[in-house]
């Protein structure tokens, strides 16, 4: 049966009723252990470590070409087919491999809201089995349109069409504790923390995109502007850049993010 066309985000009801599609693919982004433990049936599992280079001062960057290769031919990676993605944390892991899919110029993919936290305690299906597919025959090629490198941040401080959506926390954005040698936040940048997008109470899922909007546009993040999003390694980031596709935003992502930048002497900081 044909896979019917999907929202960007998918409920967990949606996803039971197309469970076995063999169009779809669907990945766990969760910690190995959870992964082990319990997960959506089917699930193939990326360790969340393989999404980052790992290589200080900016450990959160994209990995090289190759080992994207190796990480997609790992899940049995097929671009004819429609991804849906989830992790344990309410969205951060699972909404930078969603960033990933940009960079490698998939088309096709959903993030399972509230993720393994609404599948399993809402009672879906769930299994224990390690799946170990088939691996995948599709060389990946990476596109540089969702990525904002360093220059290219740099060069939107004085543009007024563009502002920088940091997803850190309050105390990370006003400079009173830091990951890195320097503190605050890259000039001009506004904050909304990640943690500030879900509801906790609803297994994590994220705030009503209605809600979102207002809360974005409160900060003068809108349709309007060119926004690039980051936090410390692009991992909390991941989910705001989600939320900015859901909303038809205009955005990108700085993966090298506040780890580059704070360890830097070189680049502009606000307190």
Known sequence: MPLPALPLILEPD??????????????????????????????????????????????GKLPDEAR????????????????????DEGGGWAGRFLWTLDVIGHKGYSYLNGGIHAW???GHPVESDVISPDPGKHAVVINHEPIADLSQVLAQIPDTNSVVWDARSAEE?????????????????????????????????????????????????????????????????????????????????????????GNREDTPVET
């Open 14 to 59: 949606q996803l039971e009723e197309i469970l076995h599609n063999d169009d779809l693919l669907i990945v766990d982004v969760c910690q190995p252990g959870v992964y082990e433990r319990v997960h959506v049936p089917g699930a193939v599992h990326i360790n969340p470590g393989a999404l980052v280079c790992g290589t200080p001062p900016a450990p």
């Open 68 to 87: 994207l290769n190796e990480l997609f031919s790992s899940i049995g990676y097929d671009p004819g087919k429609h991804i849906v993605a989830y992790d």
């Open 120 to 122: 399993n305690n809402e």
């Open 173 to 261: 954005y006003q400079g009173l504790k830091s990951g890195s040698a320097r503190k605050g936040h890259i000039p001009g940048a506004v904050n909304l923390d990640w943690l500030d997008t879900m509801d906790a109470s609803s297994n994590f899922r994220l705030l009503p995109l209605g809600a979102l909007r207002q809360k974005l546009e409160a900060l003068g993040i809108g349709k309007d502007q060119k926004v690039i999003t980051h936090c410390q390694s692009h991992h909390r980031s991941g989910l705001t850049y989600l939320i900015g596709k859901a909303l038809g935003l205009d955005i990108r992502a700085y993966d090298g993010s506040w780890s580059e930048w």
